[in-house]
C-alpha cells in the first residue's frame, strides 16, 4: 500500500509554529497508518553575524505578545536581554537536517524550541545547537564536524526546492500529498479534530 505524505513546512524558530506545536503532537499521534508525517524545513532568515535591528526586536516581540493573548501560549521574554539576537534561522534549520538523518528531527524541534522560547538560549548560535544535539543524544564530534558544512547545506536546500515546489510562503502549513495531488490542509491552532476530519476526508476522496 502506498502511503500518503502529510507535509509540514515549519522553521525552528518560527513563534507561530511553537505555538502550533501542541496542536499539532495530537494531530499526529491521531492520524491513521497509512499517512507519513514529513518535516519540511521553510528557512525564514539567512545566516548572518548582525545583530538584530531594534524595530525588528520590537516587532517579534510584538508576535509573541500576540500569540500569548490569542493562545495562551507562553514566552520568557529574557531572550532579548540574555541574547544578542539574530535573524538567522538556516543555522537551526541545518540542525534540523542532522538530527533527520538519525531519526531525532521532532526531538531537535522540541529542544530549539524550548531553547529558544522557554531558557532564553539562542538557536542562531552554533554553540547552542551543539548543546542541544548533546542534550537528544546526538554524536557531537560528528553533529559539530558537520553542521555548516556544504553538504548540509545542499541537504537544507533540498528542502527549500520542496517548498517552493509546493508552493508554500508561510509556516506552518500542512499539505497532503498523494501520488500527484496536493491538498492543503487549514491550519487550526486549537482544534487538532477539525484537521484531523479534513485529512481523513480528504482521504476517502476517489483522488486517493
Not at 525552528?12 to 497509512?34: G, Q, V
Request: net charge neutral; proline share 3%; glycine share 2%.
Amino acid at each position: 500500500m502506498m502511503l500518503k505524505q502529510l507535509y509540514y513546512i515549519h522553521d525552528p524558530m518560527c513563534s507561530w509554529c511553537y505555538a502550533f506545536k501542541k496542536t499539532f503532537d495530537e494531530l499526529i499521534s491521531n492520524l491513521p497508518n497509512d499517512i507519513e508525517v514529513i518535516y519540511v524545513c521553510g528557512g525564514l532568515a539567512q545566516h548572518t553575524t548582525e545583530i538584530m535591528p531594534k524595530a525588528q526586536q520590537e516587532k517579534i516581540k510584538s508576535i509573541w505578545e500576540q500569540i500569548e493573548k490569542e493562545l495562551g501560549v507562553k514566552f520568557n521574554y529574557d531572550f532579548w536581554t540574555k541574547c544578542q539576537p539574530k535573524r538567522a534561522t538556516y543555522l537551526a534549520c541545518q540542525a534540523l537536517i542532522l538530527a533527520r538523518k538519525v531519526n531525532k528531527e521532532a526531538e531537535m524541534i522540541a529542544a530549539i524550541q524550548q531553547a529558544y522560547y522557554q531558557k532564553a538560549m539562542n538557536p542562531s548560535e552554533e554553540e547552542t545547537l551543539i548543546k542541544l544535539a548533546s542534550q537528544i543524544d546526538l554524536d557531537k564530534e560528528k553533529f559539530t564536524k558537520e553542521l555548516n558544512t556544504q553538504a548540509t547545506q545542499k541537504l537544507l536546500e533540498e528542502d527549500f526546492n520542496l517548498r517552493r515546489n509546493l508552493n508554500v510562503k508561510a509556516f506552518p502549513t500542512l499539505i497532503l500529498k498523494y501520488k500527484k495531488e496536493a491538498y492543503p490542509i487549514n491550519i487550526d491552532f486549537k482544534n487538532s479534530g477539525k484537521m484531523l476530519e479534513q485529512i481523513t476526508n480528504l482521504s476517502e476522496n476517489t483522488y486517493f
